[in-house]
């Protein structure tokens, strides 16, 4: 791996199969009476949140501290990024406080290549979302999800499955990361949206399109719901809540069509009878509450990976510390 | 004043002659011509060019002095070989009044290193709303010819109507920045394959062609002339070279780094590629080109837009858009025009001089490099080859996307009225 987690489209397929490894190795923590690593004590990571996010925050929140790092959590909101300071002086600050690692989520596309490749910080810098342009993590997760549901298990990937991805591609990071992040893991995506969420350019991605969800659910291993934001309808995206719902919203009728054994996802939060109606949201298939507690595993892996070291990450009966390398593998 | 002799030139790149200078005129071009009582400059087969027009500068002043001063933009402007520039109006306050185009035209003069056109705003305060005072702007002593809401579109189509007829009481010229503001909300690079991988609003061609067609079809309509701002697309070539077709009044410029760069280069997140309208793709480059050869864009036109560091020393979003280009533009025409035999120095002096110049309907500037005419003049040594080195430039801002790159030929002369501006590529 690389010293910086920006973009999924960074990752090779050894890559991506090394953090979902990786995880699934951190996941057994979960099942220990204390849920916690020594691996980078000592080390600082700060959570750097242009943008309201309560349950990614706490997802890197939490795995950052169940490897015993410290952990730094900065708000622009109320901070002096509300008075003007910009986000190479807010960089060059949490330089000078030793951070090891950022964790950015900005509303602006671009934000954490640019703090990551600018030279105003010499730490790891891990994109929690930047604009509309990426999530590496959630679909890290998202893959990690699939995997333990539809693939071989460790060191597998997800060749040959078919993942339908829903709602408002053009406005997504997460499908964008999704879709770099499973067709290097070997699956065949395809989004589906209304023309109007369905960017300039996208036939050059690694999907097909389709504009009739129901032509694509029987032959879905996978099928991910995306959230759409209500304010789009100003935009006249698409006319009416209740036309989207009728055309592109999954429930429980199109749900039962899909394979037996493919599974309903979500990156949250829900909009219940929008792009998913609630059967469909709390039923065994669907999997939005694990795709949460993955995250966190997944979170830790990929500290882990960027700040930890090439050693198992989970020892028996207990991990080792270890010391930092440039490039972890 | 002395008078000058440049040995050797080419004039146009014809074969090496001499030219005299006596004072703010050329009074003879010839073959060995006498040098007595004239300071010598060996041209050794430089190139004579008239001095080049801009006819679209930021000269920030007054208001954004932090970025650019008059004084130091046409300190920059005489680097790059121009004797004319004509400055945009979007300063603070905005020219849109007969006292801030005066205070422009002023500075200028008093700058002494080239000519400074105030171009005058054509809505009040650029808001798109109601017409400033155009006729005053034009009786001041500034005589503005050409107005201009640039860095805004003037999109209501009946403000424009009315702006076209008005200015034909004293042959003014609308030069528009052709920008549908709804097609280009959040916009922040190119519409197409990269936005759509880099997650950035995209700007579609088709909101400059939209706009570019209303208005060469309402220049039509009311018998006016229309000048396009920095056409971007291959479209929009298309339309002017219709328009130009059906024999109206139309002419556009183009920009140096619209000649030369790709939105392949924004993947790098950096600012400095960040303009308005953006890096288009390459088939727009190469369209553009050749609408610059043949015809159908007149002139080459800088858009030069300082800012300081730290606008564009942050991530993308927060960036200003617009990159400095007149101490580089020559040599990125050169490179893509002359280089690739789209354009030879002649027609380099027609779309960087002689056609500007008549847009502008200025009458001392883009005139022949020929006895009886005032010597505005640069010299060109379009063999050098080097690194550009924004450290150098006379400009007060630094925001280009060519640092480090090589690129070919240097001024080495710029003359203004007889006097020289640039010695051996130095500001006088």
């Known amino acids: ?329 | 004043m002395s008078k000058i002799l440049i040995r050797g030139a080419k004039v146009l790149d014809g074969e090496p002659q001499d030219v005299l200078i006596d004072g703010e005129t050329i009074t003879e071009v010839g073959a060995a011509l006498s040098a007595t009582g004239a300071r010598v400059i060996e041209a050794d087969g430089q190139i004579l060019l008239p001095g080049l027009v801009d006819l679209h500068t930021h000269l920030r002043e007054p208001g954004r002095e932090d970025s650019e001063t008059v004084l130091t933009g046409t300190r920059a402007a005489a680097v790059g070989g121009y004797t004319s520039v004509h400055a945009m109006a979007n300063t603070f306050p905005v020219a849109d009044t007969a006292g801030v185009v005066e205070q422009v035209w002023r500075l200028g003069r008093e700058s002494g290193y080239c000519d400074v056109q105030p171009v005058g705003a054509v809505t009040v305060g650029l808001e798109g709303k109601k017409l400033a005072e155009l006729g005053a702007m034009h009786d001041s002593a500034a005589g503005v010819k050409v107005f201009s809401d640039d860095g805004k579109c003037v999109d209501d189509a009946v403000i424009m109507r009315r702006a076209l007829e008005y200015v034909k009481a004293f042959d003014g010229l609308i030069a528009q920045h052709a920008q549908e503001p709804r097609l280009t909300e959040g916009a922040q690079m190119n519409e197409g394959i990269v936005s759509a991988e880099l997650g950035l609003g995209g700007w579609p061609a088709v909101a400059e062609e939209s706009i570019i067609s209303r208005d060469v079809l309402l220049a039509a309509h009311v018998g006016s002339r229309v000048h396009i701002c920095h056409l971007s697309t291959a479209g929009s070539v298309e339309i002017v070279r219709w328009a130009k077709s059906k024999g109206w009044n139309v002419t556009a410029e183009v920009t140096p780094h619209h000649l030369l760069l790709t939105d392949e280069l924004v993947r790098s997140y950096n600012p400095v590629y960040k303009v308005n309208p953006p890096l288009r793709t390459e088939a727009d480059v190469m369209a553009l080109r050749e609408a610059l050869a043949d015809g159908t864009i007149d002139c080459v036109a800088t858009d030069h837009a300082p800012h300081p560091h730290e606008d564009k020393d942050c991530e993308w979003g927060a960036a200003a858009m617009g990159m400095v280009g007149l101490e580089t533009a020559l040599s990125v025409v050169q490179h893509t025009m002359v280089e690739t035999g789209l354009l030879d120095w002649a027609q380099v002096a027609d779309r960087m001089s002689f056609r500007p110049a008549r847009i502008g309907r200025l009458t001392g500037q883009g005139r022949p490099v020929s006895a009886g005419e005032p010597a505005n003049l640069t010299l060109v040594d379009s063999a050098y080859r080097g690194q550009v080195d924004p450290a150098g430039f006379a400009s007060r801002s630094r925001n280009t996307p060519y640092q480090g790159r090589e690129l070919p030929g240097r001024v080495t002369h710029t003359f203004l009225r007889g006097r020289a501006t640039v010695v051996d590529g130095k500001l006088a």
């Open chain 1, 1 to 329: 791996m690389k010293r910086h987690l920006i973009s999924a489209a960074d990752l090779t397929r050894d890559d991506a199969v090394l953090i979902l490894d990786t995880a699934e190795e951190m996941a057994r923590l979960a099942d220990r009476p204390i849920k916690k690593l020594p691996t980078l004590r000592g080390r600082t990571i700060v959570n750097l949140f242009f943008e309201d996010s309560t349950r990614t925050r706490i997802s890197f929140e939490a795995a950052a501290k169940r490897l015993s790092a410290d952990v730094i959590s900065f708000s622009a909101k109320g901070s002096s990024v509300s008075k003007g300071e910009s986000l190479k002086d807010t960089a060059l600050t949490l330089e000078a406080m030793g951070a090891d690692a950022v964790v950015i989520r900005h509303h602006d596309s671009g934000a954490p290549h640019r703090l990551a490749t600018s030279g105003w910080i010499g730490g790891s810098v891990v994109n929690a979302g930047d604009g509309t342009h990426e999530h590496p993590t959630q679909a890290l997760l998202d893959a990690f999800t699939m995997r333990r549901h539809l693939g071989q298990g460790t060191g597998s990937d997800l060749a040959g499955r078919r993942v339908t991805i829903v709602g408002d591609i053009l406005h997504s990071r997460v499908a964008r990361s999704n879709v770099h992040l499973l067709s290097a893991l070997g699956a065949d995506v395809t989004l589906v949206a209304p023309p109007t969420l369905v960017p300039i350019g996208v036939g050059h991605w690694p999907c097909e399109v389709s504009y009739d969800l129901d032509s694509v659910l029987a032959k879905s291993d996978a099928v991910m719901m995306l959230r759409v934001q209500r304010e789009r309808m100003n935009a006249a995206f698409f006319p009416t809540e209740r036309e989207y719902a009728r055309r592109y919203g999954l429930d429980g009728e199109r749900m039962a069509r899909m394979p037996e054994h493919a599974i309903v996802m979500h990156p949250g939060p829900m909009n219940r009878g929008m792009e998913i109606t609630a059967d469909v949201a709390d039923s065994p298939r669907c999997t939005a509450v694990e795709q949460v507690t993955n995250g966190v595993s997944i979170r830790m892996a990929v500290f882990y990976l960027l700040l930890g070291g090439a050693e198992p990450a989970v020892s028996e009966p207990a991990a080792p510390a270890l010391t930092r390398t440039e490039e972890s593998s």
